[in-house]
């Protein structure tokens, strides 16, 4: 491709919101254009890069036998009725109403087009399992959309579903997909951190999120500096810095030595750290109370405390019942935070956040400052796994003013339920190696997760099993973002100069730059397109009646991994030689046009077999 | 591919709203499923032939050096708005307003994003000519969705569009893309009718659509028995059959001879047949007059009769004034029809029709019938070319019961101007050759357009020309729809047991049926794809557990262009053989397995080199 025949209209400047390397980059390099807020056309050099990048996904999902397809992007919004989303998205979900005042969905995801297709279809256990696919159209209305196309309203995505007779057919296709989403990013020359949801702590998993590290990532990760645990900060555990007791009638028998607790009075003292000033005493000895709000609870609280007149409704037909409204106490150790996403787990809520003080007041009886969990029956108690270690503590009296100390769990409270609900930091210790943990902001990439039969169930999918008998099939979804992925690659391969491309996803392979395109320099120039060209390489030819120096700023730019430099001087040596230039390095050196030909085609088909063909298995 | 590893559930039942093979055959073949009204999804195998299509798209626009983009699919409705067609696309443009209020529209089409884009990035002349293409989803809200992909509701188009600093250069590349239309159908197996909008009778062509001839057709096409003269009805001339005087003068003179006229008494008389028979005449010697009512009229009625009140204005700042509604009459010869569509373009106005029974009256001051040019000075009168050489008509006297005879054009009335505003029908005679015209219909797949400088100066492009002055370039744009194509393909290659593919765009090259997947037949089965995938041949082997008339039946139902089929007895002959068969023909033949490899990688390769390389040049 001649450069005067494509259009690739790079800048020196870099527009004003472009605040990470790959958004400046690609608007630099003429690959992509903003159009409104969050929405960008792709210009040819990047949709080039874009759709290696697809294909790379294609090829993969190909292999492990999982079939494309194309629904709408624009979906009837019955379907989404019937799902229970069309409330649950929000507005982030883009929606339109046409003449004829049907619902559209703009889709921000494809569980239920793809379900609903799959309903229709499904007969027999035969049939499964099935995997499908598509790399299509997505809209999701950021509030802020930003970062260039990491971050934009309209992205393209891979998105797969898959459907299957059990639990453990399920799992053979979440590991080839797992395995499957390695190799496309180890293709695309990207370091990825596979991050399993509850890793370590519960074994087995049922969601892996795939991050890159990211200044500008909207997600904490806990990693271990030993081995490799990864964990979302969300799920993240950590090896206890105390001691459990199997049972709160071990925890009781360990406070045999404790005091009785007491009440103390404590004037003016309002935080943990007065407090263990005052008592001269350290926050590892304080247990820490804190009333939560939760939403959409699931958990069946029915025994709970406090629960008694709790009123179960159901969102919609099919989803399952679930309280509007409860409160928890949680007590943990006053040296650590509540990690609200466990909680919210823990409880099966769609959403917890620390209670009101008008409500602290109403369930603890007294001003906020002073809940602990030693007489509070107004509400379920969840004792954080570090508080069960402690039987010489301090805590909240519920009343103004006032303490205990010496207070042990087993002997003064058991609570209502037991678990982790600590934020792990860096500097907590490794839950499977107990090696110094430490955290990174990371960039999610993509996400396979074990769905269940959330859509299955709701939408009213079934087949007949091998005695003849109707069974609801259970289901995976696996998703990456072609656009992310791609600026990712940038945001790992660049330096000041512009965009370092991995051959696999570089827009032309090789960019030969004629230092004039006039003469004996076009000729050799010509020829060296039409040899590379027939042996299956991109080549770029910068035909420009520009200066040198534009063009290797260009080059360096725009990022092509090979450069080809033609002068008169180097074309009038003995042996005729060009200077060939690898973008990852600063040096050249000089070769024989036909040499450098043979070169060429043998590096960069071996940098793209290896990528694909010779990958480790993971 | 196994076809258990695949998905393709092909039915015997029809859905009911399926009235056209196409959209039949591919709900039947497991090419598509509908998900709602208009919205349809592609599943694998139907997928494989779109591709094809996209694909063969893709290279007929690249070679002629149109570079593909990717604009986003949702777009901001500003851009809309400084176009002036947030207005103009009424309602069958989806809009949508997110949680920001911001307006979007999902693209119907996409003159406005490209111009925006080459807006910001054109400064010099020697950037022209640029010609940009992409192949996108798109939407339009058809009130009647229908015919599976031939109309729905979200569909593929390729549209391009190019920009120009003249005429000349627009008309080269306007011809380049007529000519890739010419190919890229002919590479699909399709005969399409191009129809250029002014053919003939002007010279030149500003617009050519590409018609394939439809039962279900929207267009109706007029066309010439003895040449390629090809029109749409709205716009198809014909030669004259009456000779035309050169001017009102001559038409004086050539009624020299004839009779003043007169009035005379008609009474109860209201059409024209009941005329006719009254006064024992021809309606060819009639002249009809109707009245009609424009909207939004460009052309400049300051000297016209009856418009001196008549108010302009602008609909957008940067649109042209026009007056939102004015009058015609029409004079025409009492055997033809106006054509509303030519009358449209000659007043310049988005839309006629006739004018109310009020209007007429108020208008020409007599009731409903009575109209005539004769003393009709109330509003504009345009007299169709065939009245022109009427020296001796009958026409409506502007009163009750009362005609005018031995009218003559020229002597009697001239109007206010003349034109070609006549319907075409079958049997009316080329404008071209003269000989005999019929009648087809069409459906749409493709349009080249001269857009000239609507959107360059509504959306203020432009440039810096050679002496460093400011220019506006002047643009083209070129649309297929992509789903459209495909199920005309089906539409013209199919028969009662399924499609016809052609290889270019069968979603697989061979099926190879074994009799029974077992034994010998699978090991020769399984040989016979590995070789044929080798050669590069697309491969679906039936390696189902089904009788083999099922298996025929999904192979004639699918229409994948050869069969093999491998059976015990083939292979127990002392030259073991297999059934080789077009799916175009009824007879099969026996060949030794190894010379089928080689037969089948000859005549596909043969086909899919014809269809693209040695193609005619038009």
Not at 83 to 107: H, Q, T
Not at 120 to 140: A, G, H, M, V, W
Not at 317 to 325: F, I
Not at 570 to 597: C, D, N
Request: with cysteine; aromatic share 8%.
């Amino acid at each position: 491709m001649n450069y005067t025949s494509t259009f690739i209209p790079t800048l020196r400047e870099v527009p004003a919101d472009a605040v990470i390397a790959s958004h400046r980059l690609m608007f630099r390099a003429g690959m992509i254009r903003k159009l409104a807020n969050g929405l960008f056309a792709y210009l040819p050099l990047g949709l080039r890069s874009f759709r290696k990048v697809e294909q790379i996904i294609r090829e993969e999902m190909d292999a492990i036998g999982s079939l494309e397809m194309k629904p709408p992007v624009m979906q009837p919004g019955e379907l989404w009725k019937e799902s229970g989303r069309w409330e649950a998205m929000g507005e982030g979900m883009l929606r339109a109403k046409n003449r004829l005042d049907n619902d559209f969905v703009v889709s921000p995801t494809a569980e239920e087009a793809f379900t609903a297709i799959v309903r229709d279809e499904l007969s027999s256990y035969r049939q499964l399992p099935l995997s499908l696919y598509q790399i299509n159209t997505k809209f999701r209305d950021e509030i802020r959309p930003r970062y260039g196309v990491m971050r934009g309203r309209e992205f393209v995505m891979k998105d797969a579903y898959s459907w299957h007779h059990d639990e453990e057919s399920l799992d053979e296709t979440y590991r080839a997909m797992g395995r499957a989403y390695r190799k496309i990013f180890q293709r695309c020359g990207l370091t990825v951190i596979p991050v399993k949801a509850d890793s370590g702590a519960m074994g087995g998993s049922g969601s892996e999120e795939f991050m890159v590290e990211s200044e500008i990532g909207d997600n904490t990760l806990i990693l271990c500096k030993k081995c490799e645990y990864a964990a979302n900060v969300e799920k993240a555990a950590c090896a206890p810095d105390f001691t459990p007791p199997s049972s709160p009638e071990e925890a009781k028998a360990a406070a045999a030595n404790t005091h009785p607790y007491e009440k103390i009075d404590t004037p003016d003292v309002k935080t943990i750290d007065e407090l263990c000033a005052f008592l001269k005493t350290d926050p590892k000895t304080f247990i820490k109370t804190l009333i939560y709000r939760a939403v959409n609870v699931e958990l069946d609280l029915s025994t709970a405390p406090g629960c008694k007149n709790l009123d179960k409704k159901k969102p919609s037909p099919e989803a399952p019942a679930v309280y509007t409204e409860a409160f928890f106490a949680v007590a943990i150790r006053g040296d650590l935070d509540v990690n609200e996403a466990k909680l919210a787990a823990l409880v099966k809520a769609s959403e917890v956040e620390l209670a009101a003080d008008g409500d602290v007041v109403r369930l603890t009886n007294a001003p906020v400052g002073f809940a602990g969990p030693v007489g509070l029956d107004t509400l379920p108690v969840i004792v954080d796994h570090t508080v069960t270690a402690l039987n010489d503590a301090v805590t909240g009296a519920l009343e103004k003013d006032a303490h205990y100390r010496h207070v042990a769990y087993g002997r003064d409270f058991t609570g209502w339920m037991t678990g982790d609900l600590r934020t792990v930091k860096a500097g907590d210790r490794c839950p499977v190696c107990g090696g110094e943990l430490y955290e990174k902001k990371g960039n999610e990439l993509g996400h396979i997760f074990k769905l269940g039969y959330k859509y299955t169930r709701s939408m009213n999918v079934s087949y007949l099993d091998e005695n003849g008998k109707s069974q609801i099939p259970v289901m995976g979804s696996y998703g990456i973002g072609v656009d992310r992925t791609l600026s990712s690659i940038i945001e790992e391969h660049h330096d000041e100069a512009g965009i370092v491309w991995p051959v696999s996803v570089a827009p032309y392979h090789v960019i030969i730059i004629p230092i004039k395109y006039s003469g004996k320099v076009r000729a050799v120039a010509d020829i060296l397109v039409t040899e590379l060209e027939a042996a299956g390489i991109e080549v770029l030819l910068d035909n420009r009646d520009e200066r040198p120096g534009v063009k290797f700023n260009d080059a360096d730019l725009t990022g092509i991994p090979w450069r080809v430099v033609i002068g008169d001087k180097g074309l009038s040596q003995p042996k005729p030689q060009v200077e060939l230039k690898s973008r990852r390095e600063k040096e050249s050196h000089m070769i024989e046009p036909s040499t450098a030909v043979a070169e060429l085609a043998n590096m960069i088909h071996e940098e793209l077999v290896d990528k694909s063909l010779f990958l480790k298995e993971f």
